[in-house]
């Protein structure tokens, strides 16, 4: 048995039994860790309120050899999001962070460049950008950094050059001539314009909403939901509560 410390992200934290939770954290030299809290329901006082979801903290574990499940030790805070999370919109677009970076995280694989985009979209919404900006971002940059943001200038289908408005499909850009196995849109002026902006902009420097839905988010979650080979069930849960109260009615 081994002892660790890193920073990491609290992604996650599940109950096991009656008195254990399994905490899942994104750390910046191990990757994904699971490690069982012993006693954390029971007793506030030795992991306070550092389980939160997004809480950037001080990990210490015990590293089991041949376990899946480790054992956490300690959590020193090093900054806690809770207070942003009380706004709704905010908590939703937080969940697909967390849901996202999960999904690209694996257990002793250091992922730095993922890391940082975490804390630096955090750290953005938290000084108020709008969070729909910062989700579009986090799905533009987590593509780009793993290396599969569809190509923007060229058709998915036939490589022929696009030019003007754009066909999105599964797929991803499509030429007119080509056809589309799935769901279709058009990706218009705005969201290329979005989509330049967040190429060359830090997210604390995003001083425009993003369009909601449409072609972009068409684009950028759904590559990353093909890639993954599932769909993400935060995104349900962001499309309600970035509504006015009116109209969450009809959210799908």
Known sequence: MSRLQDEAFVLDARELGESDLIVTLFTVEHGEVRAVARGARRSRRRFGGLLQPL???RASWAERDGRDLQRLEALDEVHSFAA?????????ACAILAELTAAFSHAGQSDRDEFRLL???LEAMEQGVDPTAIVRYFEYWTLRVHGLLPDLHACAGCG???SGARRVASEGLLCRDCPATG??????GAELEFLELLRCTAPGKLTVNAPPGGGLELLLR???EAFCERRFRTYRHFKSASMPIGDQGGAR
Request: net charge positive.
């Open 160 to 162: 022929a050059e696009l």
């Open 183 to 188: 769901r279709e849109t058009r990706l218009n």
């Open 55 to 57: 809480t950037r903290v």
């Open 222 to 224: 759904g590559s990353l």
């Open 84 to 92: 942003m999370q009380a706004e709704p919109a905010r908590q939703a």
């Open 119 to 121: 804390g630096a979209s």
